[in-house]
T-cell receptor, first 112, second 115 residues
Framework: QKEVEQNSGPLSVPEGAIASLNCTYSDRVSQSFFWYRQYSGKSPELIMSIYSNGDKEDGRFTAQLNKASQYVSLLIRDSQPSDSATYLCAVRLGGATNKLIFGTGTLLAVQP | DTAVSQTPKYLVTQMGNDKSIKCEQNLGHDTMYWYKQDSKKFLKIMFSYNNKELIINETVPNRFSPKSPDKAHLNLHINSLELGDSAVYFC??????????????FGPGTRLTVL
């Protein structure tokens, strides 16, 4: 079982719709969870971090965390073509090191 | 006011050569990282330094040697380059602990092509 799993996509949504990106992880003691956006040929850009169960909203983005189900998601409201990118889920493993394990990413395509 | 910078941006070289990539951060962070992103876009940690001390050393060929002269700089030297080393190498930095919750910020990447 992979440590961090994401559906590779592509996930295609029409402009203005809600895009829902999902991620599951295997390390039960993980405490920190991150979503990065990566445009083609560019570096990963941190867009959301979440540490507690529940929802965290920032503008059009909402991260949701359910530690019991080992599940973290990212909702993008009012999706825009400029949101088209690969979204990487990253999980900080338990323990003393600050090691992030990345999923393979979900490619999001927002259709105008 | 670049936060995390890397040089060079592109590196094309022959098999067997030795090359270095440099990274600098001006965020005042105490921890820096090297990641490798392969052709399938999978991003994997290689090394991490906290205040010049190596704290993460993944299963990486010993041809790869990181070096951190101070907490704002992290270099990666690669000996005897092989075709399989072709990838994009990202540097990242974070502040461990405190209110920043270990958020990592990435540099622009160095695309290494070994011919």
């Amino acid at each position: 079982q992979k440590e961090v799993e994401q559906n590779s996509g592509p996930l295609s949504v029409p402009e203005g719709a809600i895009a829902s990106l999902n991620c599951t992880y295997s390390d039960r003691v993980s405490q920190s969870f991150f979503w990065y956006r990566q445009y083609s040929g560019k570096s990963p850009e941190l867009i959301m971090s979440i540490y507690s169960n529940g929802d965290k909203e920032d503008g059009r983005f909402t991260a949701q965390l359910n530690k019991a189900s080992q599940y973290v998601s990212l909702l993008i409201r009012d999706s825009q073509p400029s949101d088209s990118a690969t979204y990487l889920c990253a999980v900080r493993l338990g323990g003393a090191t600050n090691k992030l394990i990345f999923g393979t990413g979900t490619l999001l395509a927002v259709q105008p | 006011d670049t936060a995390v910078s890397q040089t060079p941006k592109y590196l094309v070289t022959q098999m067997g050569n030795d090359k270095s990539i440099k990274c600098e951060q001006n965020l005042g962070h105490d921890t820096m990282y090297w990641y490798k992103q392969d052709s399938k876009k999978f991003l994997k940690i290689m090394f991490s330094y906290n205040n010049k001390e190596l704290i993460i050393n993944e299963t990486v060929p010993n041809r790869f040697s990181p070096k951190s002269p101070d907490k704002a700089h992290l270099n990666l030297h690669i000996n005897s380059l092989e075709l399989g080393d072709s990838a994009v190498y990202f540097c990242a930095s974070s502040q461990v602990g405190g209110r920043y919750y270990n958020e990592q910020f990435f540099g622009p990447g160095t695309r290494l092509t070994v011919l």
